[in-house]
């Protein structure tokens, strides 16, 4: 089992943790981690682009003029996409952007991603913030005492006081262990775990 330092927010070593071989050493595979990401950034995108075929645009059905005699090209509906204001040929029509990945997948991807910050040593457990008040300046004196930027913080209370602090700065984010992803531990460089999340992921991924 890897061992890990606990740290306070002062930046002392307290104690020390074990994280479990099964979820953090976890064999890599690059294609897995870039599959399950494709399907994260691809289901943010909405897909509601779409413009009106000539079956949906409003207007009569009357035939403009008659078919011979009158020197015009032949028109039958004042729909046509040859006229103004009339339907749009081959243009975007709503759609669903998103790819299905088996939950298993899911889950081994996430095996992968937290495997690889423990491989390469970016990960950091902290026993908890003290943050007796909502305050930005609080929260960055602690991460500056641990030397930590770009970073994720899981936490796994509903901790009010972290998680706006953290929000006027823009390298730090802070979700709950429910929300942790595989996106969000690539993205950031550092993780740092608060001390009670790790049973709760472990419990989640065994």
């Known amino acids: 089992m890897a ?3 606990v740290l306070n927010s002062a930046g002392e070593k307290v104690s ?4 479990s071989d099964e979820i953090f050493k976890t064999p890599i595979n690059t294609s897995v981690l870039h599959q399950v990401v494709r ?9 509601t ?14 035939k403009l003029f008659r078919q011979k005699g009158t020197g015009n090209a032949r028109a039958g509906s004042v729909k046509s996409p040859l006229r103004k204001g009339g339907g749009v040929i081959f243009g975007p029509s709503q759609r669903s952007y998103a790819i299905k990945v088996p939950k298993k997948v ?3 991807a996430l095996k ?4 690889s910050k423990v491989e390469d040593n970016t990960i950091y457990v902290i026993d ?18 641990l030397s930590l930027s770009d970073l994720l913080i899981v936490s796994d209370a509903e901790d ?3 998680l706006l602090s953290s929000r006027n700065v823009s390298d730090i984010k802070v979700i709950k262990t429910e929300g942790l992803n595989v996106y969000d531990i690539l993205k950031f460089k550092n993780l740092l775990l608060v001390e009670s999340t790790i049973k709760n992921i472990e419990g989640r991924l065994s």
């Open 39 to 47: 399907s994260q950034l691809v289901a943010k995108r909405e897909g």
């Open 106 to 108: 899911k889950k081994l």
């Open 16 to 19: 020390e943790t074990h994280l």
């Open 3 to 5: 061992t890990v330092d």
């Open 112 to 115: 992968m991603a937290l495997s």
């Open 49 to 62: 682009a779409a413009c009106k075929t000539r079956g949906m645009v409003k207007g009569s059905t009357k």
């Open 128 to 145: 908890d913030f003290n943050l007796e008040d909502i305050k930005t300046q609080a929260l960055v004196k602690v991460l500056k005492t």
């Open 160 to 162: 009010t006081n972290l």
